[in-house]
């Protein structure tokens, strides 16, 4: 059972010949990862199939960036968890910062979208994270603890058995400026242990992932923490050689 993740979120950035380009580059690279690593891609929607199909005989996982919160019906641009999954989709991120900011994605909707990919057998990657006016006012800890609370409340802190959290500071989020190892692990440290005082072996099993400019350069240093159980990558996922540098740090 893999205990690392490394999982690369493309954005809006994808077109049929950079697909094929890029996984045919992970698919060629992906066994010389650690043996407890999993990774894992995100491409836009569009081109889950052409994905599902690359990935058919690999060890790559195959995620999603969004979803709607509603099951089906009248919902125009909208795409259900239940439609993710029928493409081969295990993994949905919700609470992307950008989604929470220039979506004006509140906890409750984030809550609600955790929920329906719970609902459709599938794991959310929950996103939480601070701006930097939240660090500066020393708000970090409230904020992230208040973001995995809206999810515990609306869910049950069970539901975090089946989730992985992406602890993402806004200000390190393509930016090219990353938390540095002491502050991410206090962050995940205290993350985990918010979700201890409501269920320790929640707690224990729960993967928590760091994102925020990730590199090859970095990621060796941030995955070497005690409470970083991988990364989520933006910019740094877009080539196959520096996202499998980036997986092959997290031993
Ligand atoms: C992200 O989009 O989740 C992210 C961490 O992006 P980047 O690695 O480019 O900062």
């Given at each position: 059972?893999?205990?690392?993740?490394?999982?690369?979120?493309?954005?809006?950035?994808?077109?049929?010949?950079?697909?094929?380009?890029?996984?045919?580059?992970?698919?060629?690279?992906?066994?010389?990862?650690?043996?407890?690593?999993?990774?894992?891609?995100?491409?836009?929607?569009?081109?889950?199939?052409?994905?599902?199909?690359?990935?058919?005989?690999?060890?790559?996982?195959?995620?999603?960036?969004?979803?709607?919160?509603?099951?089906?019906?009248?919902?125009?641009?909208?795409?259900?968890?239940?439609?993710?999954?029928?493409?081969?989709?295990?993994?949905?991120?919700?609470?992307?910062?950008?989604?929470?900011?220039?979506?004006?994605?509140?906890?409750?909707?984030?809550?609600?979208?955790?929920?329906?990919?719970?609902?459709?057998?599938?794991?959310?990657?929950?996103?939480?994270?601070?701006?930097?006016?939240?660090?500066?006012?020393?708000?970090?800890?409230?904020?992230?603890?208040?973001?995995?609370?809206?999810?515990?409340?609306?869910?049950?802190?069970?539901?975090?058995?089946?989730?992985?959290?992406?602890?993402?500071?806004?200000?390190?989020?393509?930016?090219?400026?990353?938390?540095?190892?002491?502050?991410?692990?206090?962050?995940?440290?205290?993350?985990?242990?918010?979700?201890?005082s409501q269920n320790s072996a929640v707690a224990e099993g729960l993967q928590i992932l760091y994102g925020g400019s990730v590199?090859?350069?970095?990621?060796?240093?941030?995955?070497?923490?005690?409470?970083?159980?991988?990364?989520?990558?933006?910019?740094?996922?877009?080539?196959?050689?520096?996202?499998?540098?980036?997986?092959?740090?997290?031993?």
């Amino acid at each position: 059972m893999p205990t690392m993740m490394v999982a690369g979120n493309w954005k809006m950035n994808a077109s049929t010949t950079a697909t094929a380009e890029l996984l045919e580059g992970l698919n060629a690279g992906v066994a010389s990862l650690p043996k407890n690593t999993q990774m894992v891609v995100f491409p836009p929607l569009p081109y889950l199939a052409q994905a599902q199909q690359m990935l058919q005989n690999s060890s790559i996982v195959l995620g999603a960036q969004n979803v709607s919160e509603q099951a089906k019906g009248a919902f125009t641009g909208e795409v259900s968890a239940s439609m993710l999954q029928d493409f081969g989709v295990r993994y949905v991120l919700v609470g992307h910062s950008e989604r929470r900011s220039l979506y004006a994605e509140s906890d409750a909707l984030v809550a609600a979208k955790f929920q329906a990919v719970q609902a459709a057998d599938m794991v959310p990657v929950l996103c939480i994270g601070e701006t930097l006016g939240q660090r500066e006012q020393d708000e970090t800890l409230a904020v992230v603890n208040a973001q995995v609370q809206a999810v515990i409340d609306a869910a049950g802190v069970d539901a975090l058995a089946c989730a992985v959290v992406a602890y993402e500071p806004v200000w390190a989020i393509g930016t090219g400026l990353t938390a540095s190892p002491e502050q991410a692990q206090a962050v995940h440290a205290a993350i985990r242990a918010h979700v201890a005082s409501q269920n320790s072996a929640v707690a224990e099993g729960l993967q928590i992932l760091y994102g925020g400019s990730v590199s090859g350069a970095t990621a060796e240093e941030l995955f070497a923490q005690a409470d970083i159980d991988g990364g989520l990558v933006g910019g740094a996922s877009l080539s196959a050689q520096s996202f499998l540098a980036i997986g092959q740090a997290a031993k």
